[in-house]
């Protein structure tokens, strides 16, 4: 038989993702081709316990590997990116459960409000030939949608931050009227956070709230210029089954997306 059998397999993303959840659990194997993988290229090692039991545990050069991948995220990441991860922390840190780039349908209201009828609010009971006459929905996706850690449905504070790391960005936004209105329709407040120097709080609707960074993207501290106004909300159904299927950014999530071993996928 001819080649080399002990070729090291080409390691893609799905192994990084696999060395992660041994490190983070008790190691229990899985016993399928990304595990054999992994213990042929050495970045994984069998255990037997006294009594038996047989776990995983990364070896050195699988650490190794985990910790340069991070690396390699972390400096990939765009400002944006950087921005978006410092404050997500923050939030996480006050008691909240934060989600990235959430895909949530909102209702947008793009006619004028018959006579006599207010416009629609967060959460309002909708008129079905009110929806029908006087607005769409539409997809919207803020950077950071967040609630408060709580099982009390009236304490839940839903809140949306737009992160904006250039001027340019932020302008860009502030002309789309109907993407603030969508913000505004998913949460109680909303809120622009954005580095010290790109922007002044006047500039900003009345309505947002406006958060800046003062120094380094990485160890810069934030200030509340102007905190949002409140209004009521309760979440759709809708917004409740997103949230479901989604999961909420932790502070050992990857550094970035693109973060692959030998991924050669776009």
């Known amino acids: 038989m001819s080649g080399d059998l002990r070729a090291a397999p080409v390691l893609t993303r799905l192994h990084r993702t696999r060395l992660m959840q041994v490190w983070r659990s008790a190691g229990w194997p ?11 290229a050495q970045l994984l090692e069998q255990r037997l316990a006294l009594d038996g039991r047989e776990t995983l545990a990364l070896t050195e050069a699988g650490i190794a590997l985990l910790a340069r991948s991070r690396q390699q995220g972390q400096r990939a990441l765009s ?7 410092r404050f997500a922390a923050q939030l996480s840190g006050a008691g909240r459960i934060v989600w990235r780039e959430l895909s949530l349908r909102a209702l947008v209201e793009e006619g004028a409000a018959p006579a006599g009828q207010p416009p629609l609010l967060s959460g309002e009971p909708l008129d079905a030939a009110a929806v029908a006459a006087r607005n769409v929905w539409r997809m919207a996706r803020p950077d950071l949608f967040s609630v408060r850690n709580t099982t009390v449905e009236a304490y839940l504070q839903p809140m949306v931050h737009e992160i904006k790391a250039s001027r340019a960005d932020l302008l860009s936004d502030l002309r789309h009227a109907a993407k603030r209105q969508a913000y505004q ?54 917004v409740w089954l997103a949230l479901a299927k989604a999961t909420p950014w932790s502070s050992d999530e990857d550094a970035s997306p693109q973060a692959a071993l030998g991924d050669e996928r776009p």
């Open 185 to 238: 329709w998913l949460c109680s407040e909303c809120y622009y956070v954005f580095p010290a120097g790109v922007a002044e709080a006047e500039e900003i609707p009345e309505q947002f709230g406006v958060w800046v960074l003062h120094g380094e993207l990485d160890a810069g501290r934030f200030e509340l210029l102007r905190p949002a106004r409140h209004s009521r909300c309760s979440l759709p159904f809708a």
């Open 79 to 85: 400002a944006h990116d950087r921005l978006a991860q």
């Open 30 to 40: 899985c016993r399928d081709g990304i595990e054999i993988d992994l213990l042929a």
